[in-house]
């Protein structure tokens, strides 16, 4: 059974910081990973998917890496401003297209 | 090219009463699956459904839970006599295809009184 990881659950950071958020899988048979940005009592807005077979996406100040084997990912946030405070969660997607989800990292980023 | 169309987008119900919710996929999309998430918990898969069939409704409760997508209209997610423990934000998401992006609506939350 598919289980993901996020720790820590949250994080402060003064703006301006780079910071990277860290994903953890336990079975690397998955077809591809996705990092969404999930507002208080909003949905999902999908930042990035990289396939089993990529190493990273990059869209913007967002950069995502998979490394399948080791069953990790990680988003790296660069220059990181008050508007990136949101929780972020990391899904995989495994058997029969459904996304195993981890419990989301909220990350707070401090004028 | 809306998105995710979900509705209604808040819900309460009393306990006892049945409780429906709508999704309409993206166009062109026709592959749809619903998750739930719990207070304090993450968001966990229930069902996936492609036109007219159910692929996949490993995450569904045995009970009083049903899903459908019919050839045309939206679909529903249907939970009956309601409980408290079915409070919660019912996410869709739709994809063009298998194993690919999936984009999530807005979310219907369900307050049981």
């Given at each position: ?111 | ?60 409760p045995k009970e009083r839970f049903s899903a459908e997508f019919p050839k045309e209209g939206p679909s529903i997610l249907r939970i009956q006599q309601v409980v408290r423990g079915d409070s919660a934000a019912y ?23």
């Amino acid at each position: 059974k598919q289980e993901v990881t996020q720790i820590p659950a949250a994080l402060s950071v003064p703006e301006g910081e780079n910071l990277v958020l860290n994903c953890s899988f336990t079975d690397s048979a998955i077809y591809n990973l996705q990092w969404f940005r999930q507002d208080p009592g909003k949905g999902l807005t999908s930042l990035l998917l990289i396939q089993s077979s990529q190493r990273e996406q990059t869209s913007g100040r967002l950069n995502a890496s998979l490394d399948k084997s080791s069953g990790r990912s990680t988003l790296y946030i660069a220059a990181s401003q008050p508007g990136d405070s949101a929780t972020y969660l990391c899904a995989v997607n495994g058997a029969n297209s459904k996304l195993t989800f981890g419990k989301g990292i909220t990350l707070s980023v401090r004028p | 090219n809306a998105g995710v169309m979900q509705n209604p987008r808040h819900l309460v119900r009393r306990r006892g009463q049945e409780a429906r919710l709508r999704c309409s996929p993206m166009k062109g999309h026709s592959h749809v699956y619903w998750y739930r998430q719990l207070p304090e918990e993450g968001l966990k898969f229930m069902v996936y459904l492609q036109k007219e069939n159910i692929i996949d409704e490993s995450g569904m409760p045995k009970e009083r839970f049903s899903a459908e997508f019919p050839k045309e209209g939206p679909s529903i997610l249907r939970i009956q006599q309601v409980v408290r423990g079915d409070s919660a934000a019912y996410f869709c998401a739709s994809s063009v295809d298998r194993e690919v992006v999936q984009y999530f609506g807005p979310g219907t939350r369900l307050t049981v009184t």
